[in-house]
């Protein structure tokens, strides 16, 4: 009897050993691995092309290239906001990288400073571009008059009430450059003056 008690005793300290070992020894990942990256702007921009626009009020445009098919980059000089906000303004004009992406039917729009993104349709007629379906304010279609030089995308508003005109604003405000090579060659070769921020 006494043996059973000493055998018992000697168990219990033998599993509170073992729960001692393995409760102080490190991790078999280190915890830095475990907690996932931030994300970078990169990561932002082809994450964005993972989703496309819902149909709030107007049906989606027919999946179909158009003459304003690409990807298309503004730097603006102005600087950035000093100070972090919680909830910027939609569409905010505000100095830095830009990048507008137009690909049949689909606009995605990233800000490169503190990675604001949206998406939406597009649908273009003549020289008219409009825009709808975009989150930030479903109810509204923008108009605007569009025009082409030597791959720079420069629009004009007709009507945009969007976030208090503040994406008329900002798409306005400056020729949008194309990250589009101008010939196969430079696109081969990699040599032509791409704009800062394609990537």
Request: net charge negative; with cysteine; hydrophobic share 40%.
């Amino acid at each position: 009897m006494r043996q059973g008690l000493v055998l018992k005793r000697y168990l219990y300290s033998l599993i509170l050993f073992c729960l001692l070992l393995v409760s102080c020894s490190p991790p078999a990942t280190p915890f830095a691995s475990m907690t996932p990256s931030a994300p970078t702007l990169t990561n932002r921009w082809f994450e964005l092309f993972q989703h496309t626009p819902v149909p709030w009020t107007t049906p989606l445009p027919p999946f179909e290239p158009t003459i304003l098919d690409a990807t298309y980059i503004k730097l603006d000089p102005n600087p950035a906001t000093p100070f972090p906000c919680r909830r910027c303004p939609d569409y905010a004009v505000e100095g830095g990288i830009w990048k507008l992406s137009l690909d049949r039917g689909i606009f995605r729009i990233l800000y490169a400073v503190n990675g604001w993104r949206s998406l939406g349709s597009y649908t273009i007629s003549e020289n008219h571009l409009f825009l709808f379906n975009d989150p930030n304010c479903p109810n509204v279609i923008g108009h605007y008059i569009y025009r082409l030089d030597n791959g720079a995308l420069t629009l004009e508003e007709v009507e945009d009430s969007c976030s208090i005109h503040l994406r008329a604003a900002n798409l306005t405000k400056q020729p949008w450059l194309s990250c589009t090579p101008p010939i196969v060659e430079a696109a081969v070769t990699d040599h032509w003056m791409k704009p800062a921020g394609c990537d």
